[in-house]
């Protein structure tokens, strides 16, 4: 897909905590990682037209718009947060304890890609770039050791394409190392299992990080117009308001957000009271449900925990590996190949977060302060460890997007 999931991902644009980079520029000892050293990046990439303009955080001459996206349920999540003693901030600026609605990669309601905002406008100018549609790399061509170009197939046809210099390999970050091992690049177990001939042994798919997060829902709140369900809330107005131009409702909006980004109790011990560790992000439909086509009530939604710095070690990570019977019986689709381990709750520490995330006095007052919200029969469940542990493993899931 043009794009990759900039294409059709939940549009959130988040860059992270500051902390985090000023944090790798201490681990790499690479000062060059600290987040006042690359925030001049951060700004030469947007032109920013949201909500959030105090201070100089943002650019506005850059490739990739950003807009805030304005919604009913915000002025119920401002209140609960000054309830809460949180203030609204902007989740793009040196990120501190508090509730936030997003920015999006978006313009007047409509998606930009990195395919629209960085590609399209200059896909008819620069004579030396060819885009191949509909088409999939499978192997990496090779000659001594050196990529010299790719082969692909389209429409089932079988072609190459030649490198005078190099070959950028961007598949991202489950599609890179399958199309590696392919190529005979990878380590020596799946090589030697698969049968494919060694050009180097690499820990291709190896140190797979990210965020686990637990679905909690659904949950009732009594004035359905402030959740703006877009599968039972959708008018023919709504389409001919957005062909227009007027596009603040439904389909300019998604399903995703509000945010919060708290501080647990275990990150106040190492004294950083200033450095978020869980996430809450609100869905506004209900999503926990087995048949898709089930009728969704109006006045559902969710809501997910998040650990925002889930306790990797060495030894510990997760991993990206290929099913080397499949193939062997010629199977060649990525999506076939693939096994993925995220090595999910194997930490201790990541296990206690959420469920202090799910369980904490705050987030059940939270839910009662979203306007009668029906939450208690879920916060007394939580209380119980034996079944949060069981919800947990059952619903921990991988949020793919920009967190």
């Known amino acids: 897909m043009l794009g990759g999931s900039s294409s059709h991902n939940g549009l959130v644009y988040n860059r992270g905590n500051s902390l985090?980079?000023?944090?790798?520029?201490?681990?790499?000892?690479?000062?060059?990682?600290?987040?006042?050293?690359?925030?001049?990046?951060?700004?030469?990439?947007?032109?920013?037209?949201?909500?959030?303009?105090?201070?100089?955080?943002?650019?506005?001459?850059?490739?990739?718009?950003?807009?805030?996206?304005?919604?009913?349920?915000?002025?119920?999540?401002?209140?609960?947060?000054?309830?809460?003693?949180?203030?609204?901030?902007?989740?793009?600026?040196?990120?501190?304890?508090?509730?936030?609605?997003?920015?999006?990669?978006s313009e007047i309601g409509r998606r930009v890609s990195t395919f629209e905002a960085y590609i399209n406008p200059i896909l008819h100018i620069r004579k030396k770039l060819h885009v191949v549609k509909y088409a999939?790399?499978?192997?990496?061509?090779?000659?001594?050791?050196?990529?010299?170009?790719?082969?692909?197939?389209?429409?089932?046809?079988?072609?190459?394409?030649?490198?005078?210099?190099?070959?950028?390999?961007?598949?991202?970050?489950?599609?890179?190392?399958?199309?590696?091992?392919?190529?005979?690049?990878?380590?020596?177990?799946?090589?030697?299992?698969?049968?494919?001939?060694?050009?180097?042994?690499?820990?291709?798919?190896?140190?797979l990080q990210d965020h686990p997060g637990v679905l909690l829902g659904p949950f009732a709140i009594d004035d359905p117009s402030v959740l703006s369900n877009i599968r039972n809330n959708l008018t023919i107005e709504d389409f001919e308001k957005y062909i227009n131009f007027q596009r603040e409702d439904i389909l300019s909006n998604g399903q995703s957000g509000p945010q919060a980004f708290l501080v647990s109790s275990f990150a106040k011990k190492r004294r950083e009271v200033n450095w978020p560790d869980f996430q809450l992000f609100l869905l506004r439909q209900n999503i926990d449900r087995v048949n898709p086509a089930f009728y969704i009530p109006t006045n559902e939604f969710s809501l997910i925990v998040f650990a925002g710095r889930p306790e990797y070690k060495i030894g510990n990570f997760g991993s990206i590996t290929m099913d080397t019977s499949a193939y062997r019986r010629r199977v060649r689709d990525i999506e076939r190949l693939v096994k993925l381990?995220?090595?999910?709750?194997?930490?201790?520490?990541?296990?206690?977060?959420?469920?202090e995330g799910m369980s904490l006095t705050s987030f059940a007052n939270l839910l009662n302060n979203m306007n009668n919200v029906n939450s208690l029969e879920l916060y007394r469940s939580v209380q119980n460890f034996r079944k949060v542990k069981i919800y947990m493993l059952t619903h921990a899931f991988i949020y793919r997007g920009k967190l």
Do not use: C
């Open 136 to 207: 999939q790399v499978d192997k990496i061509l090779l000659k001594d050791n050196i990529a010299i170009g790719v082969r692909y197939t389209k429409h089932g046809i079988v072609m190459m394409a030649q490198a005078s210099k190099e070959v950028i390999v961007s598949g991202g970050a489950i599609a890179t190392p399958i199309l590696l091992m392919k190529s005979g690049i990878g380590p020596s177990s799946i090589l030697n299992n698969a049968k494919i001939p060694k050009v180097r042994y690499l820990p291709v798919g190896t140190n």
């Open 20 to 105: 985090d980079y000023d944090k790798w520029a201490e681990i790499t000892n690479d000062p060059s990682w600290r987040y006042d050293a690359i925030l001049k990046f951060f700004k030469k990439a947007e032109t920013y037209k949201g909500i959030y303009t105090i201070g100089h955080q943002h650019g506005r001459q850059g490739p990739l718009t950003i807009e805030t996206l304005m919604r009913p349920i915000h002025p119920l999540w401002k209140a609960a947060a000054a309830e809460l003693g949180y203030k609204v901030i902007d989740p793009n600026a040196p990120q501190k304890p508090g509730f936030a609605y997003e920015d999006a990669t």
């Open 341 to 355: 381990d995220f090595n999910f709750l194997h930490s201790k520490q990541d296990f206690d977060l959420l469920l």
